[in-house]
């Protein structure tokens, strides 16, 4: 049992405690945790306190859902009330590679533009400047590599055939797009944005695979809508992100600013911001805290109570690598932040901590161990 005592003594080791100080103390007690028959119970107000410690040091430690409340992959109240001995047993804390493993790099900038007759450019080796004339269209490759659509005609009209143009990451890509009405659209790893060159006279609609994240420039008379196989999305002007990868059970909107329709068939949810629409068999909204959703754009990874399968399809997507099982992996969910500027190896290392899964790198696939 946790003691007020005990609180109080956890408490003012918490305000004091550097991260690494705290990490140390979770790759240890881990250890002892997982031997546990029962489950112990942690109090929320403690288990909350540990989670903020944890999401300030930056690094990826367990985390479990129970009846309860939450419990932690560490009883750190035991070492205030000295209730366990912790006997510490090695964590195997570094990725096995094979003999001359490829070279597994971070993805970064790349992407393929299709023109609407056809002709592929590869952004990442394009030269800054005008990629093409579509006709009263220019796209252009800015500075920073955003590519951006601008009106070469000087009357401000655009009175042409509707011409589609359409942007593709591979797997370990990204890209930043400004669409012709001014919206700019950050795409992650393996997706593609399929969109007109120019906007005409009724909706703005766009055709999603994958995820992005889109700041709508704002437009009453031409609701801007997204087109992600059974569900389409619908706003005015808005801050959102989409996830809508094939292989993921479900697709979610998450929104940031605004206000968002969702729809499948004839099912149809509006979201308020701090509101994400999970769309499966049915449409589910729910509450979540919406700067974990947009991590991947900021430049991270966000694990937040996500099992397995689910982690390591985030990373096949950033390093381009292939993901092997050997043996049933872990059903527990993990939970944390970490930068998708890490090598693979650093990236596996802080899930491996856990002691609840092992790795080996073998030339472009990662192998997953109990």
């Known amino acids: 049992m946790v003691t007020d005592d005990d609180k109080t003594r956890f408490s003012e080791w918490m305000n004091h ?34 989670e903020e410690k944890i999401n300030k040091a930056n690094t990826l430690k367990l985390r479990r859902l129970v009846k309860r409340g939450v419990a932690i992959a560490a009883t750190l109240a035991a070492i205030f009330a000295g209730f366990y001995f912790l006997r510490s047993r090695p964590i195997k804390n570094t990725v096995t590679l094979a003999a001359k493993p490829a070279r597994i790099v971070p993805g970064g900038n790349k992407a393929v533009l299709t023109l609407g007759n056809g002709q592929s450019i590869i952004l990442d080796d394009a030269k800054n400047g005008i990629l093409a004339n579509q006709g009263k269209i220019k796209v252009v490759k800015a500075a920073d590599g955003k590519v951006i659509y601008a009106n070469n005609d000087q009357s401000g009209t655009v009175n042409e055939i509707a011409v589609y143009n359409t942007i593709s990451t591979p797997r370990g890509g990204q890209y930043q797009l400004e669409l012709p009405d ?10 593609s944005l399929r969109y007109p060159v120019h906007f005409g006279a009724g909706d703005r609609k766009v055709t999603l695979t994958g995820e992005a994240y889109f700041e709508v420039a704002k437009d009453k008379a031409h609701p801007f809508r997204v087109s992600t196989g059974n569900t389409e999305i619908k706003v005015l002007g808005t801050h959102f992100n989409v996830m809508a990868y094939q ?14 329709q969702v729809s499948q068939g004839s099912s ?6 701090g509101e994400q629409a999970i769309v499966g068999s049915d449409i589910a909204v729910v509450k979540v805290k919406t700067s974990e959703a947009v991590e991947w754009k900021n430049g991270n990874f966000n694990f937040s109570h996500e099992k397995l399968p689910v982690i390591m399809r985030k990373i096949a997507r950033w390093y381009d690598v292939d993901v092997k099982y050997e043996g049933q992996p872990t059903g527990l969910n993990f939970v944390g932040t ?6 693979i190896s650093e990236v596996l290392k802080y899930l491996q901590l856990t002691g609840l899964v092992h790795f080996k790198i073998s030339e472009r696939r990662v192998i997953v161990m109990p």
């Open 268 to 273: 149809q949810r509006t979201i308020a911001p």
């Open 182 to 191: 001014g919206s700019k659209v950050w795409l992650n790893a393996a997706s």
């Open 247 to 260: 292989d993921e059970a479900a697709s979610k909107t998450t929104l940031l600013e605004g206000s968002v």
């Open 338 to 343: 970490l930068p998708r500027s890490e090598n």
């Open 17 to 50: 405690a550097g991260p690494e100080e705290v990490e140390a103390i979770l790759d240890k007690i881990s250890s002892y945790y997982e031997a546990l028959e029962d489950e112990p119970f942690i109090p929320l107000s403690i288990s909350k306190s540990i």
